[in-house]
């Protein structure tokens, strides 16, 4: 009876509390800043207490403003208290109910929601579907989304808008399903509701990330065709799944284009053309494009920087890389750990430790907290430095911050201390990791198997070798390497050019490293001729023998005058030098 009475009495729309009211709602809508979610609290409670209150739409009004800052389950306080006064549900409530529930990973409670609603006698919107469709898609059960979908097209209980299509194709494509929402944004176009830019630009963007630029033009070109226009979040995918495959060029015509379309590209459009030239060494190229953006007005950011003081970085020119983060800081912007990683970086690689060291402590006095890439590559300065102590140490270090190392860390690890014959302490800190899935890394395993050969412990890399085949790892074409090494360096060729037909087999293509070890070997005990068909085998599939390999070859031709195949096949490989020149 309450509820009546609350539902009979209420203010009208044109009453000058509703009018107060709703200048109240559209100021919150527009104000930001932390006092916004406050404010409406306090105009939440002011309209609760009015008797009697004002009309449903505003307190829907009010929880949307609440529900945009993300404070859903402040949200669902708010829907509680007013079933609690007396106020009824109606479909908006329950809508927004739904999504609270949904953003917060409680999908269930949001299909109860659903049943409550049809219970009630309110048939659904579309607005629900779209939501639950949603929900589902936030927590990655993508198919049953699909499902639902399918099942409201089937049975005709909502005619899916734009918004649902995007919702279900984008799902598609964050589970890797490119295909299928291709086909789906197919089935959009030959419906009455057709795609917009923003269903077009995901399935362009999910084609790129699947390596599928090429067919990612052709539905961009497609779409075009059919009037849609494209805007910078499609040409910045385009632009970014070029630059992925080295075609900076067409990138960069790419952006030109779209200039003459009329769409402003931004500066995370000129990001991505920096961050790839400077990935393949073209600064220059890179420094272009920054002066491109000064002259639109765009002003580059701690990416642009952090992307050029990389390029120089990888290039071996450091004081180029300490001179743009002076300009950076110049410009009054803070550099972020990002940043410093590729400084650091770079002073490792040049062997400068000193420095990197320094700066590493100095970012820490900025209150800037290292990750597992600026310790990473620490280690490995400190490792191919000679200074495998010191390496261990800020390993433990980094431990005692409670930073967990991960794959690339511990390669780098393993491999630094067997660099620095500590193979026997790196296969025990290897064994002691236990069940983690660090040891089911292949490239561990051959780190080590590389490395016990190295310091002259070929049982144990053997050992290795065994327990990886056992635990079911698939050696690649660098382990099947250095156990072809172990068995020449211990006298088992016959092993070594077992495996090497072995890993054929098995679907790994030998390499020039492997035929060069199995050719050396055959050299050194004189089997001539089973060294020519290696050879000759070698060179047939592109490889050509090392320096070693070469010399090996050369003290072995007989004097002039007498018959040599290996002579001919060095004749081969000189006058092809030849013909390359």
């Known amino acids: 009876m309450k509820c009546t009475i609350i539902r009979l009495r209420c203010y009208s729309p044109a009453s000058p509390l509703t009018s107060h009211f709703n200048q109240r709602i559209i100021s919150l809508k527009n104000a930001s800043g932390p006092t916004k979610v406050n404010d409406a609290l306090q105009v939440f409670d002011e309209m609760l207490q009015r008797q009697p209150p004002p009309p449903i739409f505003q307190f829907t009004q009010l929880i949307s403003v609440i529900v945009k800052k993300k404070r859903y389950s402040t949200a669902l306080i708010l829907l509680d208290q007013m079933k609690l006064m007396g106020i ?30 049809f219970k009630q006698g309110h048939p659904p919107n579309l607005a629900t579907y779209s939501t639950l469709i949603h929900g589902l898609v936030i927590v990655d059960r ?15 209980l909502c005619d899916p808008d734009q918004v649902m299509y995007g919702t ?70 385009l632009i970014h799944g070029l630059c992925n495959f080295g075609r900076e060029t067409e990138a960069a015509k790419m952006l030109r284009d779209m200039e003459e379309e009329g769409v402003s590209p931004g500066v995370d459009t000129f990001n991505i053309l920096v961050n790839s030239f400077c990935k393949k060494g073209s600064v220059e190229d890179a420094e272009l494009a920054v002066q491109a953006m000064l002259r639109r007005g765009l002003h580059p950011n701690v990416i642009t920087y952090s992307a050029l003081i990389d390029g120089y970085c990888l290039r071996g020119e450091i004081d180029e890389a300490e ?44 209150g800037l907290i290292p990750d597992v890439v600026t310790y990473s590559s620490l280690l490995q300065g400190l490792f191919e430095s000679g200074n495998p102590a010191a390496g261990r140490e800020l390993f433990d270090k980094m431990q005692a911050k409670g930073l967990a190392p991960d794959i690339c ?20 800190l290897f064994q002691s990791l236990g069940g983690k899935d660090l040891v089911k890394d292949v490239v561990l395993y051959t780190i080590l198997i590389d490395g016990c050969t190295n310091c002259g412990k070929p049982n144990l890399a053997l050992d290795l070798y065994d327990e990886l085949l056992l635990k079911g790892l698939e050696p690649t074409v660098r382990t099947y390497n250095a156990m072809i090494r172990v068995y020449c360096q211990e006298g088992l060729l016959g092993k070594g050019t077992e495996l090497l037909r072995k890993m054929e087999e098995n679907g790994c293509l030998p390499d020039s490293f492997t035929y060069n070890v199995i050719v050396r070997e055959l050299l050194k005990k004189n089997e001539c001729q089973e060294a020519e068909i290696y050879l000759e085998e070698m ?30 096949i060095i004749q081969k490989l000189t006058n092809g030098g030849r013909k390359d020149t």
């Open 88 to 117: 009824p549900a109606n479909i908006y409530t329950m809508n927004i109910s739904i999504n609270c529930h949904c953003r917060l990973n409680q999908v269930a409670y949001g299909f109860a929601l659903l049943a409550t609603i």
């Open 168 to 237: 279900v194709i984008n799902g598609l494509c964050k589970v890797g399903h490119t295909s299928k929402a291709l086909e789906l944004l197919t089935f959009m176009e030959s419906g009455s509701c057709k795609p917009c830019v923003e269903q077009y630009s995901v399935v362009i963007d999910s084609l790129c990330k699947d390596k599928m630029v090429d067919h990612a033009l052709e539905l961009f070109a497609k779409m075009t065709e059919k009037g849609v226009l494209a805007d910078v979040i499609t040409y910045n995918s």
């Open 142 to 156: 993508v198919f049953e989304a699909v499902e639902l979908f399918k099942k409201l097209l089937r049975d005709k």
């Open 409 to 428: 860390t511990y390669r780098i690890l393993f491999h630094g201390m067997c660099n620095n014959s500590q193979c026997t302490d790196a296969l025990a």
């Open 539 to 568: 060179i047939n599939r592109g490889f050509m023998p090392d320096h070693a390999t070469f010399e090996n070859l050369l003290v072995r031709i007989p004097d002039v005058g007498k018959d040599s195949h290996l002579r001919t």
């Open 323 to 366: 001179k743009v983060l002076d300009g950076m800081v110049e410009k009054e912007l803070m550099p972020n750990i990002i940043t410093y990683n590729s400084l650091i970086n770079g002073y490792c690689k040049k062997k400068r430790i000193g420095n990197a060291m320094r700066l590493f402590q100095e970012i820490q006095d900025k």
